[in-house]
């Protein structure tokens, strides 16, 4: 933190009074929001130097550019450290929301999708003008070793793990076929690589872009089909067709192309980015345990099927029948979608003494309330063989009144975050009620919370008296 704040002072003349540690995705990266009360920027530090130093490069040239990019205000002389513009908290995903949780987009929700996608024509085209690819990390174009890289990366952490049996020379016979085709194209522009929603902040209406240290020269297909297809976004087919007219007729500004033949290109691209990104779910969910990821992986198998039912792939052969087998496992049935949008709330019971509850959904827990300030039952003869969900613990605790008014404020935030929650479409939050054997106090909360949750959403609610090895669920 303090060639962060040395950083900061550095650019705007001053210490940062505030600092606020920012929820991570997948990146290495740690970010930061620092603030002297008057100005604010996005602190980052990054394992990676050559890597942190791509983003600086290619930020520098993107502002030169007038893209809607964020501006680097300074950094250190190893790149490990740097601060950047603040372009607040919500993405394009988060802004989409509830079109994405219903179906139904509304008209603000499209019309902000549609720029966006109008605005990654300017970003391919002008974003490659003048640009010196050499910074770019880890390598400067989109070639044979990438495609390779990526459809190896699909193998052994996705479709390895899914036991489905595949004769090697055969599957890389395909593979090799497969990058044949995806590079017969010369339209090279500036290939961002991971362009999806929650890449793409708003700020003051109007979308800016993130994450773009991975970018390369490469076609333009490919970032449309991240976009389009990116499988949690799970747009409809309608809307997927709106925005690829808004792209093209953007598109049509820089270079003459065949649409017939864009559409060709583009689904070849599609079913190429659909595997990549099942190698990283694969890798980030079940290798790193990252439960975004995990949650991901229905729909990618749902756009995996649409694509194969088409027909058209089956010029790889082998790839095609182990890709028809995968799909039809038992656990990327269609239901398998439905149950990983409904929020799960994690509720635990525990003693302070043997450690805070680990948040296996690998958001990095959520609130800790500590129920040591009342008065112990525990501390009672007849009470310490009992627990809070025994009825003279319980007549022990609402009698004294302290716990109930402990759980009044407990409600609100819980209904505060499960509303919001539910509104944004996010599947994981977690409570956890600590006191000091973990047997009364936290018991009685715990139980309450979930009962009270339980009966007013439409939430599922897992609840472990974690000392007791009690487990419940309610649906």
């Known amino acids: 933190m303090e060639e962060l704040n040395k950083l900061f002072e550095q650019h705007f003349g001053s210490q940062p009074t505030f600092t606020q540690k920012l929820k991570g995705a997948g990146s290495n990266r740690t970010y930061y929001r620092l603030s002297d009360g008057k100005n604010t920027a996005i602190g980052v530090?990054?394992?990676?130097?050559?890597?942190?130093?791509?983003?600086?490069?290619?930020?520098?040239?993107?502002?030169?550019?007038?893209?809607?990019?964020?501006?680097?205000?300074?950094?250190?002389?190893?790149?490990?450290?740097?601060?950047?513009?603040?372009?607040?908290?919500?993405?394009?995903?988060?802004?989409v929301a509830n079109g994405i949780k219903t179906g139904n987009f509304s008209p603000d929700e499209k019309k902000m999708l549609f720029k966006t996608i109008e605005l990654l024509a300017c970003m391919q085209f002008d974003g490659a003008r003048g640009l010196d690819f050499s910074v770019c990390y880890p390598q400067a174009e989109f070639d044979h070793n990438t495609v390779m890289w990526d459809l190896n990366y699909f193998k052994y952490c996705f479709l390895k793990t899914t036991g489905v049996e595949?004769?090697?020379?055969?599957?890389?016979?395909?593979?090799?076929?497969?990058?044949?085709?995806?590079?017969?194209?010369?339209?090279?522009?500036?290939l961002y690589r991971d362009f999806q929603a929650r890449n793409v902040m708003i700020k003051d209406g109007h979308p800016f872009f993130i994450d773009f240290q991975g970018g390369r020269k490469g076609p333009v297909y490919y970032d449309v089909a991240s976009f389009v297809w990116q499988a949690k976004a799970n747009y409809p087919a309608e809307l997927k067709e709106e925005l690829i007219g808004h792209y093209l007729q953007t598109l049509q500004a820089y270079i003459g192309i065949d649409e017939a033949v864009f559409r060709e290109r583009l689904n070849l691209f599609v079913f190429f980015r659909t595997l990549q990104v099942l190698g990283a779910y694969g890798f980030r969910g079940y290798f790193e345990k990252k439960s975004h990821f995990i949650e991901s992986i229905p729909f990618a198998i749902k756009n995996l099927?649409?694509?194969?039912?088409?027909?058209?792939?089956?010029?790889?052969?082998?790839l095609e029948r182990v890709l028809q087998a995968m799909c039809a496992l038992p656990q990327f049935a269609p239901q398998e979608i439905e149950l990983t949008t409904k929020l799960t709330v994690t509720i635990y019971s525990f003693s302070f003494k043997k450690g805070i509850p680990e948040d296996k959904s690998g958001n990095g827990g959520g609130y800790v309330f500590d129920c040591r300030g009342m008065d112990n039952p525990g501390r009672y003869e007849e009470y310490k063989k009992l627990t809070g969900l025994d009825k003279p613990v319980i007549d022990f605790l609402?009698?004294?009144?302290?716990?109930?008014?402990?759980?009044?404020?407990?409600?609100?935030?819980?209904?505060?975050?499960?509303?919001?929650?539910?509104?944004?479409?996010?599947?994981?939050?977690?409570?956890?009620?600590?006191?000091?054997?973990?047997?009364?106090?936290?018991?009685?909360?715990?139980?309450?919370?979930?009962?009270y949750l339980a009966s007013k959403y439409d939430v599922k609610v897992k609840l472990q008296h974690r000392e007791q090895n009690i487990y419940q669920e309610f649906n």
């Open 45 to 95: 530090e990054g394992e990676s130097n050559i890597e942190n130093k791509a983003f600086i490069d290619l930020a520098h040239h993107f502002s030169n550019q007038i893209l809607p990019t964020p501006k680097v205000f300074a950094y250190t002389d190893d790149y490990r450290f740097y601060i950047q513009q603040d372009l607040g908290d919500v993405s394009l995903f988060d802004y």
């Open 166 to 190: 595949f004769f090697e020379p055969a599957l890389e016979e395909d593979f090799q076929q497969l990058a044949d085709d995806l590079l017969n194209d010369k339209t090279k522009v500036f």
């Open 398 to 451: 609402e009698k004294k009144g302290e716990i109930t008014s402990f759980l009044d404020s407990a409600y609100k935030l819980a209904d505060s975050h499960v509303s919001d929650f539910l509104k944004r479409g996010f599947t994981h939050l977690m409570f956890c009620f600590g006191c000091t054997g973990g047997q009364h106090r936290s018991v009685y909360s715990a139980q309450h919370l979930a009962e």
């Open 305 to 318: 099927k649409e694509l194969l039912a088409s027909g058209k792939f089956s010029v790889y052969p082998h």
